[in-house]
Nanobody, 123 residues
């Protein structure tokens, strides 16, 4: 059974950095697009970034462009999110997501989800 496990969340001051990791097990997703989503209290879950199967194409939400970088290591079956210049409004639970339908970058169609990791940015 496929499993996604996020790590790397925590408490950081505004302007700081964190790197999230998502380790996949149970099956490989290295031919398929993966993504990072987040959900803040009282808000709907939103996509943060996505990457295609090979890692050569990416998508970013406008709110994180220029600050966050998504990447993947298919040999390790691991997805990453480097978050720089963090702002208090980035505070949320961050989820790793995968799917087995599209190899191109996609913001929809994800059906495998991690348990989430909390990111809190203090002002």
């Amino acid at each position: 059974q496929a499993q996604l496990v996020e790590s790397g969340g925590g408490l950081v001051q505004a302007g700081g950095s964190l790197r999230l990791s998502c380790a996949a097990s149970g099956r490989t997703f290295n031919r398929y697009a993966m993504g990072w989503f987040r959900q803040a209290p009282g808000k709907e879950r939103e996509i943060v970034a996505a990457i295609n199967g090979s890692g050569g194409s990416t998508y970013y939400a406008d709110s994180v462009k220029g600050r966050f970088t998504i990447s993947r290591d298919n040999a390790k079956n691991t997805l990453y999110l480097q978050m720089n210049s963090l702002k208090p409004e980035d505070t949320a639970v961050y989820y790793c997501a995968a799917q087995t339908r599209y190899s191109i970058v996609t913001t929809t169609g994800y059906n495998y989800w991690g348990q989430g990791t909390q990111v809190t940015v203090s002002s």
